[in-house]
């Protein structure tokens, strides 16, 4: 996710006046891509261009005026040969839950507040995080579910269609009557769908074996996330927690400001060099400040009470932890704190900003190469000190592997025993 501020930018592309709605859309994102891009693929979006165009062309033949979606078809296979998973095209739709989720406004449909998954060995699909305040909340959905049918009907055996499915019977709005399997047992559950919040706010739970357990669920939300992670950091120190586990799994990322805000409850201060083609950006924290340099000016960005963690803790990340959430868990990898889970999902350095399109979506580009401190540039996904895998399987059956070798590694340091890795223990390394 980009950098703050964010930019916008909606270019008019004059003369064109007898070009169909696809194509201006079309040459309004290829002239953006040439101008911003700067990311780590090889190829070029200029030497894609001519391809592309021609692509466009032959698919607007047929149409009497050839619509933005055909245009918005085109630029989406232009980004997949591009191979940036760092730049995307966003529809209408998921660009206003996108602005909405920054900002804490609603869904534009009722949902139920859930983050799925699936296996293909398995029918329907998998509660893996269930919204605080959401229907699926107060119906009493529960991470490790795995619905099967949506008012007796079942779900489609083609993996892809399956949260669709699902999608279409919440828009409507009426209750929906759930069965659900939990660990074995067939429960029916009634949610009530309902327009939510689309911002995911940090929260915490004590076990009670006394590991706190922080999940970080989402960065999205200027001065919010960060802020909220600190104020957490020390209701789990009054509480008297002395070791901490920290949730990031499905965290796609959110505003540069806030992991570095957040990861500064651990490490004391953060700082993110982001170079551009031409000149670069410091974004930073330290001393209670999230702060902005540019052109060697330094602007404080907002101020907060500034908590740092004293006890022991664990990082749990997977394949879909990316973005700026993998800039927080490198930067608590870096302070000694161990990385648990599977490889990240490998945009961890590089930020984008997005840039509006005239059928209302927009454009996600990479704008900007992530350094640290000396130069060096990040790797663009983080690998865990412990590797294993987000086990479903297992959730289903009511064992959360991940979390439950948190405990352990938790536990093996508390007692300076040999610290497990890829399961099998040996001896300690960072």
């Not at 490198?330 to 399109?357: K, R």
């Not at 000396?374 to 297992?394: I, S």
Request: net charge neutral.
């Amino acid at each position: 996710m980009g950098a703050m501020p964010r930019l916008f930018a909606l270019v008019v592309v004059l003369g064109l006046a007898s070009a169909s709605p696809a194509q201006q859309l079309f040459d309004q994102a290829v002239g953006l891509l040439n101008t911003l891009y700067y990311g780590v693929s090889p190829l070029k979006p200029a030497d894609l261009a001519p391809k592309y165009r021609l692509r466009l062309e032959e698919a607007c033949k047929a149409q009497a005026e050839c619509a933005y979606g055909t245009g918005a078809e085109v630029i989406a296979e232009l980004l997949r040969e591009l191979g940036d998973k760092h730049t995307n095209y966003y529809t209408p739709e998921r660009y206003r839950e996108h602005q909405a989720a920054l900002s804490g406004g609603t869904s534009d449909k009722p949902r139920l507040g859930l983050q799925l998954g699936y296996l293909e060995a398995y029918d329907g699909v998998i509660v893996l995080d269930v919204y605080g305040g959401s229907p699926a909340e107060a119906a009493g959905l529960k991470r490790g579910d795995r619905i099967v049918a949506v008012n007796d009907q079942p779900f489609p055996q083609e993996l892809p269609r399956r949260v669709p499915f699902l999608n279409e019977a919440t828009a409507a709005g009426q209750a929906l009557q759930l069965s659900v399997v939990r660990a074995g047992q067939l429960l029916g559950l009634t949610v009530q769908p309902a327009r939510i919040s689309l911002q995911r706010l940090p929260s915490l739970s004590l076990r009670e074996d006394g590991v706190a357990v922080l999940r970080i669920p989402s960065f999205l939300g200027s001065q919010v996330i960060g802020t909220r992670v600190h104020e957490l950091v020390r209701q789990a120190q009054a509480a008297g927690a002395r070791s901490m586990i920290v949730d990031l799994r499905g965290n796609g990322g959110g505003l540069v400001t806030e992991c570095i805000t957040a990861a500064a409850a651990f490490t004391g201060e953060t700082y993110r060099r982001l170079q551009r083609a031409v000149g670069f950006t410091e974004y930073g924290f330290r001393n209670g400040q999230a702060y902005l340099g540019s052109g060697g000016q330094r602007s404080v960005f907002y101020s907060l009470e500034p908590a740092r963690w004293n006890g022991s803790a664990v990082v749990l990340v997977n394949k879909s932890t990316g973005s700026c959430a993998e800039y927080f868990a490198f930067d608590l990898q870096d302070a000694g704190y161990p990385v648990i889970g599977e490889a990240t999902a490998g945009v961890g350095n590089t930020v984008t900003s997005f840039y509006n399109l005239a059928n209302g979506g927009a454009l996600q580009i990479t704008t900007t190469q992530v350094l640290r401190r000396d130069g060096r540039p990040y790797p663009d996904a983080v690998t865990p000190n412990q590797v294993l895998a987000d086990d479903l399987e297992a959730l289903l059956k009511g064992r959360d592997a991940l979390l439950e070798a948190g405990v352990q590694r938790l536990a093996a340091m508390a007692a300076g025993k040999p610290l497990p890795r890829n399961g099998v223990l040996q001896a300690p390394a960072k």
